[in-house]
């Protein structure tokens, strides 16, 4: 039985067994009760203690009763605490303060919602105010980070717009997108989550497991985070105004001056014997004028503002709920930048107690300027100027007054940020609208239907300049304009019946049926013109263009759904738990007779805390479940539209004394007409404890989720001729499988002035591969040869090359490492060159001898949240932590040895190898590298990407006594204060893609650190 | 009742959700009821037609050039750039992995797939009733390309898998390996089928496609490859005696870009400038100077130049290399100007070709063939649009099919004895009319010198036009009845000497990036580098171990 039945049995006994005793005479006390946002709270029951007087609060809170002082008055509500005060005075007020735990938690599951308590898969709940507290994110999902044990989110970039990855326990095919689905207030809304303003949040709920997540069917592979935006609720009204302002700041990294730049590309040539080729003289070092590029291109800092306010309340008959919210976000350069405005009404209609009625609307507005890239900031030339002399700048463009680089064919970066002025601006407007009609009948049915639609406009305008900098090399002769307009229009309607009904009190159970279906289609078009007559900026449109118009455009059935589903949840006297749920997907993506996919789950759950035996005599265990489920899910992500079909493509020759074009067709793609959905299998055990009326929370989970018919591209010989890329055609072939386990450990405080709490977990994922096709294996990142390399059995993505044993120090080092008959095996060596290993000892080095040289999956993520408060202080802080993942560091190849004359980091002059013992790690600079130092794909590459990252920091006081407002806050932010890390990179979070994660490509636009002060009001 | 309506509303839902997931494809052709008018059977060809040398440079156009580089016409040049797959070709150290080898093969590959299928969908089309002499031309025009692709293949790979037509995934486990013999016989025998339906000429609207001639000339070629000299005259013979083409009078004007489909031409690369489309030609590109849009790669070596100016071939030799060598003081400098010549070879177009444009490579000489001059350029030259230079390709001219008659001849009345013609009247006629255009006097010779003097000669006639690979592989020396090859590369052969030991080009040897590309290039060739192996990513399917 629940608390709150219990609580309603025990004032209902009291009232009865009192009722015919004759009141003490006394005094009468009367008071106001109000909520923690001081609100009047009306039915408040108010009880003399051991006596029979009783009174509830009316609708303004007011109460009065007849008792005798130094008697004790005890409050009671449903999801408060019991206050007991003793009668000092007439006059008692209180202000009630909320359970810390409320049992009574509701938690979203697809198509439905149920007691937290029931819940028998994997789901985490997080709060809207969790997420909240971080305004500086512009996509939720970035504060998700370190929250949920076994989700990993990888922030990798912190430029306007970026987007994180987000893996829920491991990946489940090597291709398509990684992320999981979301779904807010029980609409699809893809797999990116940038249009929603986190304010608008009440919950998250993330369905790691299949018996969760199955009745999301084939989209479901990934996860499911389910949204809950926020509702009106009766008798409540709030105005919240939310600000929030924010600098931003990247830390410079260390790179070379003009003089070390010169000392090291010298040096590449003395040491390649090319001495007289030089590029510098001693005189020129001497005198060296360094342009620091990053200081020019980048401002010290930059604005990140974040600016809410939201209406909420509702009557009987009527709720609403409205939020307004204005993101912005530039980048640190002088161009780039993101800003989002969303407003979101939620409407509810109570016709009677049968029948709902709501309307959710949501519009939005997006516009966006692209950030150019940070690698050329470093690789450029320091000894350039940013612009030509002036004399050579008579009579050039704003664009064409830059210096081409001196030494190497960097692109002048002020240049491209002059470009990126003008040359990209993208807008998107979009809106969801969701309806659902809710109907109670024959008292224990419900139906629901729910429609929802989602319109979007994306326009992206491109326009390329004309310019020249260096005419061969660094120029656009022809101004060029273009503007892609991408037209999304979706719907899904979903149509749920459900049962609800315990039978003699024990047997609870709660079915559901229903039919969904769903289509979204893009439309696109797509328009370019050259040679616009002037670089005026209200001519950069498509009808100014005088010359090789181009236009393109179709439409593309982005989803096409068809599914039938079912779920039976059953459970005896809440201690015994069984669900089943089913999902039977059509998808248009499958030829007819492999259309349909059926996918199932159950999990079972034995609430032990629920039994007599821990109730009674163990009663410190507030908690103690397990539980576990099976489930498939599917998957059909990597697949387009057409892969069941042989298609042809336009393709032009020529023919003619005249030459006339002639467009005719070629085969583009055979058909494989036996596709068919990739099936994910997915088992997991996990467990919950609660001590000390949950003050201390342990919880735990083991998974396994493997994936079978895996979509890949099964690449057939070349000379079957077939058309498609690399003769690769898609088909369900492979098998991978991610096992892991989670752990989250807890503990709050919230009695008295000082509240705290603290949460740790840790999650361990390993994702292998079972099969792959072709028998494997699998390759992947290519970087003049391929980077990582997945075979059967093996980790997937594992870096793949030559293992070193330091560098040779002399001549004799290098004498001594020979084949058996005393041959050289590195005869192109010079003392200062890496030693590379001979693993198989045949004598040679060659490719025989690569081996896996690291993994870029870390062998364990870990999050830690502390939160504390005293009075009206409050403190909150983040870690991350990421262990075990080796990163593959292209950067080296450039900032680590200068080549293509690019520069360095600073100190690279010192640390390479100049002489016997002055480096065993970084190779000697040399510009022929004959002994492809640099040039073979080996573990001088490879980093140590441990790291620990403060998350943010906040520190905020709240008003207690006001006026006029409701507890106003002000707090001050630190986003990504410190980051513990060895990697000498950039930044060491990084993703690619499954099999290309932890390569650092050197472009990336890491996150800044975010200085940022905000204010809550409530009126 | 209600069970009725129950059943009745299901029904609906399943038929209703049938209809909702038959989403047709939009936008895009696919090849269901394909091939039912003439104009799809016409338009399927146009990607036969342009699968021979592809869109994109590194599909196929850029493995021709690779492979020249391990001529002794040429060297890999652009030293600061080239990858090791480059390297690879250059200097005999192919491995089956090589990046830029598959490509070739795939791609050639992708087009006889291409070839089948229009093969098939012609065989079954009902345009066969509605217009049988289109469709008749066209299954010839598909042979004819298909022949090219597989003599393109048999040229390079020593034996290849065999397929004449489409094929499952279950079909392509029964195919294995077919030796040289037998490719030849599908290629000739493709070549004979095509020859009987296609015409002689088009209307100047089709000028382009294939015509009997050119598959002539293409049969003299294929029979060449295998020694069958008496079919091989026969059919030069045809093409010659046809007055369809003559010799172009300025040996210059040959490669001219703004000679298409000149007098002397029989089968060419069609282009032109096309902003949506890439019909272009990327060698002027992928040749061209560094500093002058160009990615520098097969520059031509001083043994080239040298051969000409051995023979005194001044015509030709500016016909065919920009050499930043000064004439005047015979001597090179460093910083003097490059001369490019006019077609005729005689006035200088480009007084002041600035040297520094030529940075970057091994031997500072441009391909003449492939260059052109500024006032030809299209505008957006070099910039995005390297792959839409509006420069036809020549795939067989009169020129090279003269000295294969020639070459014929002199088998035929050295090796087979079946010749009822003389030495003279190969010297008097085929090479007479060669050398005479180029201002050159007859060949003095007979016997064995006689057939090195017509290599020479097809050396000199053909430099830069992507033959020499070809031929150094498929000419045998008199001495040895080995190829040339033999006799070019290995640490004795005559280029590996030459540069090791005689060479004093002040490019080759002592610029600051003679270093960059060794100069004992060749020495690892050895017995069979003069085939390519098959891609590692095939040979597992066709039982090849390398």
């Not at chain 1, 320091?382 to 700048?393: A, G, N």
Request: proline fraction near 4%.
């Amino acid at each position: 039985m629940t608390l709150k039945k219990i609580k309603y049995l025990h004032s209902l006994i009291i009232l009865i067994l009192c009722s015919h005793i004759v009141s003490a005479q006394g005094i009468e006390v009367s008071g106001n009760v109000t909520d923690e946002d001081r609100q009047p709270m009306p039915g408040v029951n108010i009880l003399v203690q051991g006596s029979l007087q009783g009174a509830v609060s009316d609708q303004d809170g007011n109460y009065s009763l007849q008792a005798n002082m130094n008697d004790s008055l005890i409050f009671s509500f449903i999801g408060y605490k019991d206050a007991i005060v003793a009668i000092q005075s007439e006059k008692i007020d209180m202000q009630m303060e909320p359970e810390a735990v409320t049992l009574e938690e509701f938690v979203a599951i697809g198509y439905g919602s149920i007691r937290k308590q029931d819940v028998t898969s994997s789901i985490t709940t997080i709060k809207g105010v969790e997420i909240n507290k971080i305004q500086t994110n512009g996509n939720f999902t970035q504060g998700l980070q370190g929250l949920a044990a076994g989700v990993q989110v990888f922030n990798t970039q912190g430029s306007p717009g970026a987007t994180p990855t987000v893996i829920i326990r491991g990946v489940t095919s090597i291709n398509g997108n990684p992320n999981p689905m979301y779904v807010v207030d029980g609409i699809p809304i893809g797999r990116n989550v940038n249009q929603i303003n986190s304010n608008d949040i009440e919950s998250v709920e993330i369905l790691k497991d299949a018996s969760a997540t199955a009745i999301y069917g084939t989209q479901a592979a990934n996860g499911v985070i389910l949204i809950t935006t926020k509702k009106g609720q009766m008798g409540r009204q709030e105005f919240n105004v939310d600000l929030n302002f924010g600098m931003q700041h990247l830390v410079k990294p260390e790179i070379a001056g003009a003089k070390e730049y010169m000392l090291v590309q010298n040096e590449k040539r003395f040491n390649a014997g090319q001495g007289e080729y030089a590029l510098f003289s001693q005189e020129q070092i001497d005198h060296a004028q360094t342009t620091d590029w990053w200081n020019e291109a980048m401002r010290s800092v930059a604005p990140v503002i974040n600016a809410n306010i939201g209406f909420l309340g509702g009557t009987k008959k009527f709720r609403y709920s409205l939020n307004a919210g204005y993101y912005t976000k530039q980048s640190q350069m002088e161009v780039g930048d993101w800003n989002r405005f969303t407003t979101r009404l939620n409407t509810e209609v109570h016709f009677n107690d049968n029948i709902k009625y709501g309307l959710n609307f949501n519009p939005r507005v997006e516009t966006w300027h692209n950030t150019p890239d940070i690698w050329s900031l470093i690789s450029m030339d320091p000894t350039t100027p940013v612009y030509r002399p002036e004399e050579e700048q008579v009579g050039l463009n704003r664009y064409s007054v830059f210096q081409r680089s001196y030494n190497n064919d960097t692109w002048n970066p002020m240049g491209t940020i002059e470009r990126f002025k003008v040359n990209n601006s993208s807008m998107l407007v979009g809106m969801d609208v969701n309806t659902y009609l809710n109907i109670r009948f024959l008292k224990d049915f419900i139906f629901n239907s729910q429609v929802g639609l989602n319109f979007s406009s994306l326009m992206e305008d491109n326009y390329d300049p004309e310019f020249v900098i260096d005419e061969g090399k660094e120029s656009n002769l022809e101004s060029s304009v273009s503007r892609e307009v991408n037209n999304y229009y979706g719907f899904v309607w979903n149509n749920t019946i459900s049962y609800l009904k315990t039978f003699a009190a024990v047997h609870n159970l709660n079915v559901m049926a229903g039919i969904v279906a769903e289509k979204g289609k893009n439309r696109d078009l797509w328009g370019y013109g050259k040679n616009i007559p002037s670089d005026y900026e209200y001519l950069r449109y498509l009808s100014a263009a005088t010359d090789k118009f181009s236009a393109s455009g179709r439409d593309r059935i982005e989803i096409g759904l068809f599914s039938y589903l079912g779920r039976a949840m059953y459970n005896y006297d809440e201690r015994y738990y069984v669900n089943v749920s089913f999902r039977r997907d059509g998808s248009y993506k499958f030829p007819e007779e492999n259309r349909y996919a059926n996918f199932p789950a159950v999990s079972l759950a034995w609430s032990a805390h629920n039994e007599d035996f821990i109730k009674s005599y163990v009663s410190w265990i507030s908690r103690l479940r397990i539980s576990g489920g099976w489930g498939q899910v599917g998957n059909q992500q990597p697949l387009d539209e057409s892969v069941f079909l042989t298609t042809l493509a336009k393709i032009a020759y020529v023919y003619g004394e005249d030459p006339q074009t002639v467009v005719g067709v070629y085969a583009d793609q055979i058909a494989n007409s036996d596709i068919k959905w990739e099936t994910v299998e997915d088992l997991s055990l996990a467990f919950d404890m609660g001590f000390l009326d949950d003050r201390i929370l342990f919880s735990g989970a083991v998974f396994s989720k493997k994936t079978k018919d895996m979509i890949m591209l099964k690449s057939f010989p070349f000379y079957s001729g077939y058309p498609n890329f690399e003769s690769m055609v898609w088909t369900n072939i492979g098998s991978i499988k991610s096992n892991g386990f989670e752990l989250t450990a807890g503990y709050n405080d919230n009695e008295g002035d000082f509240k705290w709490n603290i949460n740790i977990n840790f999650t361990h994922i390993e994702t292998r591969a079972i099969s792959l096709a072709d028998g494997g294996p699998y390759y992947d990142g290519w970087w003049g040869d391929y980077l990582t390399k997945t075979e059967e059995g093996g980790l997937v993505g594992q870096f793949w090359g030559y293992e070193t044993n330091g560098l040779f120090q002399n001549q004799a080092e290098i004498n001594a490492h020979t084949d058996e008959h005393g041959n050289l095996m590195q005869p192109n060596a010079k003392p200062g060159d890496v030693r590379f290993v001979d693993l198989n000892n045949d004598g040679i080095i060659d490719d025989n001898d690569k081996t896996y040289i690291g993994s870029g999956q870390p062998d364990f993520t870990m999050g830690l949240n502390f939160s504390a408060s005293y009075k009206g202080f409050d403190l909150s802080l983040a870690l991350y932590a990421s262990v075990g993942a080796d990163i593959f560091n292209t950067t080296k190849w450039e900032w680590g040895w200068g080549a293509n004359n690019s520069n360095t980091y600073a100190g690279v002059y010192e640390e390479a190898w100049h002489g016997d013992g002055t480096s065993n790690t970084v190779p000697i600079l040399d510009l022929n590298d004959y002994n492809q130092n640099y040039d073979k794909i080996s573990d001088i590459y490879i980093d140590n990407g441990n790291f620990l990252k403060v998350r943010y920091i906040q520190f905020g006081y709240t008003f207690h006594k006001s006026k006029h407002l409701k507890d106003p806050r002000i707090y001050f932010n630190v986003d990504n204060p410190f980051v513990f890390t060895n990697y000498k990179g950039l930044d060491p979070e990084l993703y690619g893609t499954v099999t290309t994660q932890s390569i650092d490509w050197g472009s990336n636009y890491y996150n800044p650190i975010i200085f940022s002060l905000g204010l809550n009001l409530k009126f | 009742m209600k069970k009725t309506i129950y059943i009745l509303v299901l029904a609906f839902l399943v038929s209703a959700c049938q209809k909702f997931l038959d989403e047709p494809i939009r936008g895009v052709q696919t090849v269901d009821n394909y091939f039912t008018t003439s104009d799809e059977c016409e338009s399927f060809l146009i990607g036969c037609y342009q699968g021979m040398f592809q869109d994109d440079w590194w599909k196929i156009q850029f493995v021709y050039l690779l492979n020249e580089t391990a001529t002794d016409d040429a060297w890999l040049s652009n030293p600061t750039q080239a990858e090791l797959d480059y390297k690879n070709f250059s200097q005999f150290q192919m491995t089956p992995q090589n990046d830029y080898l598959y490509p070739f093969w795939e791609y050639m590959y992708k087009n006889i797939f291409q070839c089948n299928m229009a093969l098939e969908g012609y065989a079954d089309s009902p345009v066969k009733e509605t217009d049988p002499d289109l469709l008749m031309r066209l299954t010839g025009e598909a042979k004819f390309i298909r022949a090219y692709c597989y003599f393109e293949l048999a040229k390079n790979f020593r034996e290849l898998p065999i397929l004449t037509s489409t094929m499952t995934p279950e079909e392509l486990n029964d195919v294995g390996l077919s030796s040289q013999q037998e490719v030849y016989d599908l290629i000739i025998s493709d070549l004979l089928a095509a020859s009987k339906v296609v015409p002689e000429g088009y209307p100047s609207t089709s000028l382009g496609r294939v015509t009997k001639g050119a598959i002539w000339a293409y049969l003299s070629k294929a029979y060449l490859y295998i020694e069958n000299w008496k079919a091989s005259k026969l059919y030069a013979d045809s093409v010659i005696n046809s007055g369809i083409y003559s010799l172009e009078p300025v040996f210059g004007d040959i490669w001219d870009i703004n000679n298409r489909n000149g007098a002397e031409s029989i089968f060419e690369l069609q282009t032109s400038y096309n902003p949506n489309y890439e019909t272009g030609n990327s060698l002027p590109i992928l040749s061209g100077g560094r500093e002058d849009h160009g990615w520098y790669y097969c520059a031509p070596s001083s043994h080239l130049e040298n051969a000409y100016l051995e023979a005194g071939d001044i015509i030709r030799l500016r016909a065919t290399i920009i050499t930043a060598y000064n004439e005047e003081t015979a001597e090179a400098d460093g910083v003097g100007k490059a001369s490019v010549y006019d077609t005729d070879g005689t006035t200088v177009a480009v007084s002041s070709f600035d040297v520094s444009r030529l940075r970057d490579s091994k031997s500072m000489r441009i391909n003449r063939k492939f260059y052109i001059l500024p006032e030809d350029r299209m505008e957006s030259y070099g910039h995005t649009d390297r792959n839409r230079i509006p420069k036809n390709h020549i795939f067989m001219r009169l020129g090279e099919l003269m000295l294969n008659r020639a070459e014929a001849m002199w088998h035929m009345i050295h090796t087979t004895g079946e010749a009822s013609f003389s030495e003279g009247d190969i010297i008097n006629g085929d090479l007479h009319e060669i050398r005479n255009r180029v201002d050159l006097p007859d060949i003095n010779s007979s016997g064995d010198q006689l057939l090195l003097d017509i290599y020479l000669e097809r050396r000199l006639e053909l430099a830069g036009e992507l033959k020499r690979w070809d031929d150094i592989r498929r000419s045998k020396h008199p001495n040895d009845d080995m190829p040339l090859i033999y006799h070019i590369m290995g640490s004795g052969g005559s280029f590996v000497q030459y540069n090791t030991q005689e060479n004093t080009d002040w490019w080759e040897t002592q610029s600051p990036y003679a270093s960059a590309e060794p100069n004992n290039k060749g020495i690892d060739f050895s017995a069979g580098k003069e085939w390519l192996p098959i891609p590692a990513h095939d040979a597992g399917y066709l039982g090849v171990i390398h």
